[in-house]
């Protein structure tokens, strides 16, 4: 039982360590799901029709502050469509 435990806890931590830093690569609006991914992914006009006006507005830039969740960056490419989101440390 402890050798099962011990090879399970082994692959978990294996995994982990493969999928790289955990980062921001989605934003959940209510039920909807915002993700980024550069010439495919959403355009402005979704994010907006999901998730409403952003709190803060810089350009291509986006700024989501949630209520007890730490503030989301979207950056948008110059075509509109969503390339990044990330997770902002300061709010």
Not at 29 to 58: A, S, W
Not at 64 to 88: C, H, M, W
Request: proline share 5%; net charge positive.
């Amino acid at each position: 039982m402890r050798k099962t435990m011990f090879w399970a806890a082994l692959a978990g931590l294996a995994s982990m360590a493969l999928s790289g830093p955990a980062s921001a690569t989605y934003l959940r609006c209510g039920g909807k799901l915002i993700e980024g991914g550069g010439r495919n992914g959403p355009g402005m006009y979704e994010v907006l029709k999901k998730c409403g006006k952003p709190t803060e507005r810089y350009g291509n830039t986006w700024v989501y502050v949630r209520s007890g969740k730490p503030p989301r960056v979207l950056r948008f490419n110059d075509a509109g469509q969503l390339e990044t989101i990330t997770t902002s440390s300061s709010r």
